[in-house]
């Protein structure tokens, strides 16, 4: 259907879908600026969201796993776990108000001395993806580090090797791909998402692009065609994701 | 009831191994009860004990995995105790083996001398040598998982030796492999010890491994050494009746039955092949013991038959006879028969009394990993 859709046109005078089949969306998109700024720019916070993510969860993941005592370690995982029982938009409007000039992040940042304002830049966006995506992020990450057995940290280090060097040939390339799987989630919900971007800051992504061609301009077959392009990405994405094991780690 | 040290110190050479009042508690359990313990250079040490009696933990500390509570470890003569494992020259084959999966065999065995910095040409040709040793030149590309179970003991055998270290600690090595490889990796591992004249320390919970393999071994009990000895004394002059009993079916009689058969009522045990069955009206001559009961039990072996023969005198007596004239059918019509049975006094041994810890110990290895 949306591969049908998306073949069609719209008569820009009728304002009415020409149900003729034809590439002209395809080529609009691989021509017009526009649409290749965008999707730059959603890849660019797609990336950025999911490195952010990846920095946080890995050391977390790690505490909850390696270093957090058996008693702390179910609390741990409650706290990680917890936001996901919020509702989405809550926690999206919470992030506006924090962000909003004069919110407690504006106040943070004077009490530092930085002059940042976060306001509804792109860094705010940024911002919110991350903190909603991270329990994703957290939880593969969380068992792959479960999965590494003792024995095999034992058996680095009674091979000669430090600490370091076990974690580095040993247990990261075993983690390696439970941040993968990890990173599928934050990338393709980033990809795709345009409430948080619409509602927290003012820039234009993908997933703002299809819901203002669907919805207000009524150009039906060029959203499709466009939503082709998050889709196209997510699937090199998986099979490169697929290569690393990360699907062995889900 | 540890091992006298005073033999030999730790300074002079020949001692490879020496553990010093060593003792490991986990909270209240108390795992390894203070051992005495010296493993000579060049020798194929066994541990032998049922789970929980502290064998695993005491090579973990060797190892440098769990750090004594108290007491001193020495490696050849120098104190390693609160070594990182990492410092001390000694590797391990472990249980599960460990093998990392994400890497080729080449990789594994390679580990070693890799992190220690050993340079390349030299690393390929020892690990070339390892991995012959083992009888697996060809396994190099493959991963772990493409490997049967004797293979991946293998490697983790090949793995460890790669690194020449002055002592090898073994870990149940043979335990999740069928009983046909384990016995051919019994004669295999003994080569290869013989071979590379290297120190092994092998944990063990089955007696027939640690008597075929061993030059000494260490029985081990609810954290104590029982006895060390070699296999030969360990089986036939087993110091308690704890050893008697794990190494190798044995008989412990006490009590009124023992003074009845030896004028003293210390306990003492005798071995089931030792005993021979005689005519009811047989006159015990010159040393021999005999008495006479009723057979309980048949168990038909094969090349002999197993008899459980209760005591006229009390307590009971198991016997194996050769099946030298003797069919299914005449063996198992001996049972509820009366017999008189007969073996020489010398072969009685004076034990203590039997602790019982068999099957009836706690598990505190199990209970920490």
Redesign the interface.
Same mark, same amino acid.
């Given at each position: 259907m949306l591969l049908a859709s998306s073949l069609w046109r719209l008569n820009e005078l009728s304002g009415q879908v020409e149900h003729v089949a034809g590439l002209q969306n395809y080529r609009d998109i691989v021509t017009g600026p526009l649409y290749r700024i965008v999707t730059r720019r959603t890849l660019i916070l797609a990336a950025g969201v999911t490195i952010f993510d990846i920095a946080l969860a890995f050391p977390l993941a790690y505490y909850a796993a390696r270093i957090a005592s058996a008693r702390l370690r179910p609390l741990l995982l409650l706290l990680i776990v917890m936001p996901l029982w919020a509702n989405y938009l809550v926690k999206v409007f919470a992030w506006k108000t924090i962000v909003a000039g004069d919110g407690p992040a504006d106040a943070l940042f004077r009490v530092l001395g930085l002059h940042i304002q976060l306001g509804t830049s792109v860094w705010s966006v940024w911002l919110a993806l991350s903190y909603l995506w991270l329990p994703f992020v957290v939880l593969p990450v969380y068992a792959a580090f479960e999965r590494v057995?003792p024995?095999?940290l034992?058996?680095?280090?009674?091979?000669?090797? =430090?600490s370091w060097?076990t974690f580095r =040939?040993?247990t990261l390339?075993?983690v390696l791909p439970g941040v993968v799987a990890g990173s599928i989630f934050s990338f393709s919900l980033s990809l795709g998402d345009y409430l948080t971007p619409g509602l927290v800051g003012k820039t234009i992504f993908l997933g703002n692009l299809i819901d203002a061609l669907a919805g207000i301009a009524h150009n039906q077959p060029l959203a499709a065609a466009i939503a082709f392009i998050p889709m196209v990405i997510m699937a090199i994405y998986l099979l490169i994701a697929r290569a690393m094991g990360a699907f062995e780690a889900l | 009831m540890g091992q006298p040290v005073d033999r030999m110190s730790a300074e002079q050479p020949g001692v490879a191994v020496l553990l010093e009042k060593v003792e490991k508690r986990f909270g209240e359990v108390v795992a390894v009860d203070g051992i005495d313990l010296e493993v000579l250079e060049g020798e194929f040490f066994s541990m032998l004990g049922p789970s929980g009696s502290g064998k695993t933990t005491c090579l973990r500390m060797i190892a440098g995995f769990e750090a004594p509570s108290s007491g001193r470890i020495l490696l050849g003569g120098r104190d390693v105790s609160k070594q990182p494992p990492y410092e001390r020259d000694v590797n391990t084959v472990f249980q599960d083996y460990a093998l990392f999966p994400h890497m080729t065999v080449e990789d594994n065995v390679e580990y070693g001398l890799k992190v220690k910095k050993v340079p390349k040409d030299d690393r390929r040709d020892r690990v070339a040598d390892a991995l012959e040793m083992v009888q697996l030149t060809g396994f190099g590309g493959r991963k772990p998982a493409q490997l049967s179970g004797g293979q991946r003991q293998r490697v983790a055998l090949a793995r460890a030796l790669v690194n020449r270290p002055k002592v090898l600690l073994l870990d149940e090595p043979l335990g999740a492999l069928d009983l046909k490889l384990r016995q051919a990796m019994q004669i295999e591992l003994k080569e290869i010890q013989q071979q590379v004249g290297l120190t092994f320390i092998y944990v063990t919970h089955d007696q027939e491994e640690a008597l075929t393999m061993s030059d000494r071994l260490a029985v081990f009990s609810r954290g104590r050494i029982e006895q060390v000895g070699s296999p030969a004394e360990v089986y036939e002059r087993p110091a308690t009746g704890f050893v008697a009993g794990f190494v190798g079916a044995s008989n412990v009689l006490s009590g009124e039955a023992a003074r009845a058969l030896t004028g003293d009522a210390h306990a003492f045990t005798i071995r089931p092949e030792k005993i021979a069955m005689a005519d009811l009206d047989h006159q015990a001559v010159g040393d021999e013991c005999t008495a006479t009961g009723k057979v309980q039990e048949v168990v038909y072996l094969g090349a002999s038959t197993r008899y459980v023969v209760h005591l006229d005198v009390g307590g009971e007596l198991v016997i194996v006879q050769q099946n030298l004239d003797t069919s299914s059918m005449e063996a198992l019509q001996v049972r509820g028969k009366a017999v008189r049975l007969v073996w020489k006094a010398r072969n009685n041994r004076p034990v203590e009394e039997a602790t019982g810890a068999i099957g009836g110990s706690a598990d505190p290895e199990e209970g920490v990993r």
């Open positions: 057995p024995s095999y034992e058996a680095s280090s009674d091979l000669g090797a =430090r060097m =040939r040993v390339p075993l | -």
